[in-house]
């Protein structure tokens, strides 16, 4: 149970003030009929809600697959800058957020969710989900590349030693521009930018291309995003996914 205001802002149907205003404007059925307390009680489970004939449904969580576009940050709001979860036009929720962070000009899959359990399993440091990255880089990259990313590289800075844990690089391309596939089990700050410079390499395009079990739709372009599909969900949610 909860209160028709909570439930109607919760939702996504406007800010707390907003939905207070219709309800009292009888904008707002409950079950066929018009209420007009914004603190009546609801059962979000169970009520049928109308705001101006449109059934606004209940949703605990919802779980969106974004093709990153480069130029959009990684943030849930900001003053000035477009965030991941802008671009979410038709979502529900209030509460969403990007799982884990990609930086502002690298593109690819992002997982925007509410789900603070599911998030914490998909970033939690000890859990090691692979993360592929598809990555063009300045200078040519070779078997050496391979084995020093599969032993750990230090991205540490000054002193400070920061060493990577075993990175699998698959070469595609290799020339004065190189073409690689590289997964990282971990997420540290700029942390492919940062092994490639520990090379005496600089990255020139990064795109995210799965995250556990979980793979960028091909079908998406950078800005387009959908729901995640029910075997995906159960995928990403299952205990083991991508885990060593
Ligand atoms: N590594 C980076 O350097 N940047 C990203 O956005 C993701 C991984």
Not at 15 to 35: L, W
Not at 162 to 176: D, F, M, V, Y
């Amino acid at each position: 149970m909860m209160r028709l205001d909570k439930f109607l802002a919760k939702m996504g149907a406007g800010s707390r003030q907003e939905v207070k205003s219709y309800i009292r404007k009888g904008m707002v059925s409950v079950n066929g009929e018009t209420v007009s307390r914004p603190e009546t009680k609801i059962d979000e489970e169970k009520d049928e809600i109308f705001l101006q004939g449109k059934r606004i449904a209940y949703a605990a969580f919802e779980y969106y697959m974004l093709n990153k576009p480069a130029g959009v940050i990684s943030a849930t709001e900001d003053k000035k800058e477009t965030t991941v979860v802008d671009l979410i036009r038709e979502k529900k929720r209030k509460d969403l957020f990007p799982v884990g962070r990609l930086d502002k000009d690298t593109e690819g899959l992002l997982l925007i969710t509410n789900d603070g359990v599911l998030a914490h399993r998909l970033l939690s440091p000890n859990h090691h989900v692979d993360k592929t990255y598809f990555v063009r880089v300045h200078g040519r990259v070779t078997e050496e590349e391979e084995k020093s990313f599969l032993a750990g590289v230090n991205i540490g800075t000054g002193d400070e030693e920061e060493w990577t844990r075993p990175a699998r690089l698959e070469i595609l391309k290799s020339g004065e521009e190189s073409e690689v596939r590289l997964t990282i089990q971990e997420g540290k700050y700029h942390q492919i930018k940062r092994m490639f410079q520990a090379v005496g390499m600089e990255v020139l395009y990064l795109k995210r291309l799965s995250m556990g079990k979980l793979t960028l739709d091909p079908g998406l372009k950078p800005g387009e995003y959908r729901l995640l599909t029910e075997k995906e969900l159960c995928d990403v949610t299952d205990e083991n996914a991508g885990r060593h």
